[in-house]
Nanobody, 118 residues
């Protein structure tokens, strides 16, 4: 059963922008304490890109600070990632994650490919 649905990936030239969105069921979204985006490039480990708490506090990986913005829309049960000034090294599969205080604690999206050409 798919509980997080991602959209917005694609192919973009360096310097361009993309917006990723992650839609969750209300039952999961309303209890999620943290929303996050991770990414995994070929041959590399999955890395944390950005987080946002239920209170709206955000954190970013150093590599994306000033370029990416994470946000959440409580009315639409979505977590989004606005990506500007994209670089070829941003190419990866991006995964949405929601963390809840009850089992199974972590929910994941299916992943969306982002490819940045030089």
């Amino acid at each position: 059963q798919v509980q997080l649905v991602e959209s917005g990936g694609g192919l973009v030239q360096a310097g361009g922008s993309l917006r990723l969105s992650c839609a969750a069921s209300r039952s999961i979204f309303r209890i999620a304490t943290v929303g996050a985006w991770y990414r995994q490039a070929p041959g590399k480990q999955r890395e944390l890109v950005a987080t946002i708490t239920s209170g709206g506090s955000t954190n970013y990986a150093d590599s994306v600070k000033g370029r990416f913005t994470i946000s959440r829309d409580n009315a639409k049960n979505t977590v989004s990632l606005q990506m500007n000034s994209l670089k070829p090294e941003d190419t990866a599969v991006y995964y949405c994650n929601l963390r809840t205080p009850i089992s199974p604690y972590d929910y994941w999206g299916q992943g969306t490919q982002v490819t940045v050409s030089s």
